[in-house]
């Protein structure tokens, strides 16, 4: 068996074809580029690619720094098998670290799945797998990439990375001012008003799409509108289980009641079902102060497309027509047109967030990835850093499936977009925001005593990108600049003095910190600037962004809402 698994490491990599990847509904997807589908594939039948890195070793581990690696594939076609070659590299330490060991190898996926073991001894290799030596302590990055073979739709590129340490004595850790610690409310800043933080899941389906099956009946996404449970279900699941709002956005192409085109639907119905959702949602919030309840669509397609939700829109968005030339829906949006729809938004003023967005390929602007406009850059205020396994029965918040893309959100910052990260789990099966612990954490200005939050202010806080995406739904995170508050723009001259607070209320502590800058409009890179908590810069004339990533000592993350700055001469 380890010879074989050896055997097979050693194949060379990358593959000769030109090749491309893409993270879809909390999956890494990565396709041949020379090849165009015969045919569009369902929602959710993309390659699953994920890897678990335990962040550090076990406690009897600790000299070696020994641990195993776990990669996950499916590929859930119904119609045949796929090739799938994969990548896992391991560099560090640090941002700047080399390329330490390499794994590599191909499989043939049918209708299951595998799981690979890949132990590491703690040793750095070359590529002629000779030993170097035990590698220092540290943070270090892995990285996973695979490939579908020829014949499979054609996506885009991700980068899906996750930190892992090396940490064999008690090491040091930055030192990060408290939050404060215990609260779920945050205190004025410098005269500002006070703040409630609401942990959310912004991302998730029920029967009036493609999810809401019972756990044990659960194999995937479902046939749209066949499933037991609704978004009352699903908004009384979240609640139960502690969270503070749940916003339910079903696929806005199915509600003919199918996943291709149902040409006998009757456009009524289509959207009658939409108001229905709006309907429960508002009489739900009504009926339990103190819990959130959303309703809303998540428009596009995977293929040569991607996914998109709208938080706040009244209406039914589509492009679909039944037999008679009828539109299955109130609005008419041409599919892909992510321009036209971005403006419709901004009049409308809707808003929206990037749902796990591939680095390319998808949001296509004048043939750019994630394009920048004016009218997208006012309506998207959120960007999906992070996932969890979208077709998920896990009911324990334990999901180790979980996709990273944080470079695709970069992208979007870099191209323009003034956009906070967000933590979702677009829950498919009926474990609503249990499938992990992460959320989307929104700091919404607190209504008078005893008042519960309201959606206006909750879309308020939204639109002010007042938010941080944490992997741990006990984590409290803030970025200042110069006493603003993340998410805020605003001009500045000299110095400028960069803080990140941080608690968890769960005893977490920071086991690495990192504050990342870019240039809004460049599409250059994102590059860490410091490791420490605070630290003060004179940024170039012209704009800036800067965000916080912090590493807890379990290995979760939590990402703060960039700050803008406009560097004054």
């Known amino acids: ?238 609640q139960q289980h502690g969270l503070d709002a749940l916003l339910t956005s079903e696929h806005n192409h199915m509600y003919d009641g199918s996943d291709g085109s149902n040409s006998a639907a009757v456009p009524a119905e289509a959207k009658a079902l939409y108001q229905t959702g709006l309907a429960e949602a508002a009489a739900y919030t009504d009926a339990h102060p103190g819990f959130l309840a959303l309703y809303g669509m998540e428009w596009g397609v995977i293929n040569q497309g991607g996914h998109l939700n709208i938080v706040n829109s009244e209406q039914l968005l589509g492009w679909e027509r039944n037999t008679s030339g009828e539109l299955l829906a109130d609005v008419e949006t041409p599919k892909g047109d992510y321009a036209g729809l971005y403006a419709l938004m901004r009049e409308r003023g809707w808003i929206g967030q990037f749902n796990h967005p591939a680095y390319a390929g998808q949001f296509l602007v004048n043939g750019q990835p994630l394009g920048y406009t004016q009218d997208g850059d006012a309506a998207m205020v959120l960007c999906e850093v992070m996932n969890t396994s979208a077709l998920s029965t896990n009911d324990q918040e334990t999901e180790t499936r979980r996709s990273n893309y944080e470079a695709a959100c970069n992208r979007a910052l870099a191209a323009g977009y003034h956009v906070a990260f967000s933590s979702n789990q677009d829950n498919h099966c009926a474990n609503w925001g249990a499938t992990d612990g992460n959320r989307t954490a929104v700091l919404v200005a607190s209504p008078a005593a005893g008042m519960p939050v309201t959606r206006d202010s909750f879309l308020e806080a939204l639109r002010a990108r007042r938010v941080f995406a944490t992997m741990d739904k006990h984590a409290q995170l803030l970025l200042t600049a110069n006493g603003r508050l993340m998410g805020e723009r605003f001009d500045n001259r000299g110095p400028l003095h960069l803080a990140t607070h941080f608690s968890n209320r769960a005893g977490r502590q920071a086991a690495a910190i990192a504050i990342l800058h870019g240039v809004p409009g460049s599409n250059g890179s994102v590059t860490q600037v410091s490791d420490q908590a605070e630290v003060a810069v004179t940024p170039a004339p012209g704009p800036h962004f800067y965000y916080a990533r912090l590493t807890q000592d379990d290995g979760n993350i939590v990402w703060s809402v960039p700050v803008w700055v406009n560097q004054l001469p």
Not at 8 to 21: A, D, F, K
Not at 140 to 147: D, Q, S
């Open 1 to 238: 068996m380890v010879k074989t698994l050896r055997r097979r490491l050693r194949s060379p990599w990358p593959p000769r074809p030109p090749w491309l990847v893409c993270a879809c509904a909390g999956v890494l997807l990565i396709t041949w580029s020379n090849t165009a589908a015969a045919q569009e594939p369902k929602e959710h039948s993309e390659l699953d690619a994920t890897v678990v890195a335990p962040f550090r070793a076990a406690a009897g581990a600790r000299t070696t720094q020994s641990r195993t690696f776990i990669v996950r594939l499916a590929y859930p076609d119904e119609v045949r098998t796929h090739a799938v070659r994969w990548q896992l590299t391991l560099s560090g330490p640090g941002p700047q670290g080399t390329v330490l060991q390499r794994w590599s190898a191909s499989e043939q996926l049918g209708g299951g799945g595998v799981s690979l073991a890949l132990p590491w001894d703690g040793q750095a290799y070359d590529d002629a797998r000779t030993r170097r030596a035990p590698v220092p302590d540290g943070m270090y990055a892995l990285r996973l990439l695979a490939v579908a073979d020829a014949g499979t739709p054609q996506e885009a590129q991700v980068e899906q990375q996750w930190p892992i340490q090396v940490l064999r004595g008690r090491g040091t850790t930055p030192r990060v001012p408290a939050f404060q610690a215990g609260l779920q409310q945050l205190s004025s800043l410098d005269g500002q008003v006070d703040y409630r933080i609401v942990y959310a899941n912004l991302h998730s389906q029920t029967r009036h799409s493609d999810g809401g099956a019972a756990l044990d009946a659960c194999r995937g996404a479902q046939e749209p509108q066949t499933a037991p449970f609704g978004p009352i279900d699903a908004y009384v699941y979240a």
